[in-house]
């Protein structure tokens, strides 16, 4: 009986040591609310419960790792020293260094502002054309069209970054910008988290696009990117409950 026990016991540790055979490290550049939340030194949120997640069922473990900048981690990521960064827009600058996911979910990018019944109907060309002030995250991308904007001369003054989201938003409220723009529900959490009043969100949709995990090609291998895709793929209602379980609040 006792070497039955023993036994049961090696095999359950065996079997604990390979089911998670590599832990990758993913990238974490800044605290983005309610994607990325600083809980008591860790990290906590939707994209870390999704990674979390998707990693599990594809076989690997997750250890995350703080980041100064959106640069950096881009850099980290060429580099092959971290392998994954989450909520990533695909462009062909990126993929030269990194393999590209499946979607996992969309990001939403809105304007928000104090309402002015003047700037009501107009797109970022017409708020820009008005000589509004934007201020914007230096390392997220918000389309096409607002990338031939701000290489327009005409705009240059008008587009002015900061990397956080909270500055961007005292911002707007000093009155030192006309508009931030971020994620829908990003804004959204935050304004309702600090009870703040008369920011809304403007109708005109930034940019509407499929986020992905960014996949270094100097540590990641195509079978990996096969499994974390075989993952994304079979656990999309699982994201939709991780996701609404966070925003069920600000809609």
């Not at 971290?82 to 062909?92: H, M, N, Q, Y």
């Not at 030192?176 to 990003?186: K, P």
């Not at 409950?241 to 609040?249: F, K, L, T, V």
Request: hydrophobic residues 40%.
């Amino acid at each position: 009986m006792k070497y039955m026990c023993w036994l049961l016991g090696l095999l359950l540790l065996s079997h604990i040591s390979t089911a998670c055979e590599r832990t990758l490290k993913v990238g974490i550049s800044q605290v983005w609310p309610p994607y990325i939340i600083d809980y008591k030194s860790h990290f906590i949120g939707i994209d870390i419960e999704i990674v979390e997640h998707l990693l599990t069922k594809a076989g690997f473990c997750s250890e995350f790792i703080r980041l100064p900048s959106s640069k950096r981690a881009f850099v980290e990521l060429e580099r092959g020293h971290v392998d994954l960064l989450p909520a990533a827009s695909f462009t062909e600058q990126r993929a030269r260094f990194s393999y590209f996911s499946e979607p996992y979910r969309n990001e939403v990018m809105r304007l928000f502002w104090y309402p002015n019944s003047a700037l009501l109907e107009q797109g970022l060309a017409g708020i820009l054309a008005n000589q509004q002030i934007i201020v914007v995250n230096s390392g997220s991308y918000y389309g096409e069209e607002f990338a031939k904007l701000r290489n327009n001369n005409d705009y240059s003054d008008l587009i002015v970054t900061v990397p956080s989201l909270r500055q961007r938003l005292n911002m707007l409220l000093t009155k030192r910008v006309d508009f931030f723009i971020d994620d829908e529900l990003a804004g959204l959490y935050l304004v309702h988290n600090q009870d703040i009043k008369g920011v809304n969100v403007h109708p005109f949709v930034v940019n509407d696009n499929p986020v992905h995990f960014m996949l270094s090609k100097k540590s990641m291998t195509h079978d990996d990117v096969n499994a974390i895709n075989i993952a994304i793929i079979n656990n999309t209602q699982a994201i939709k409950h991780i996701i609404a379980d966070y925003s069920r609040h600000y809609y």
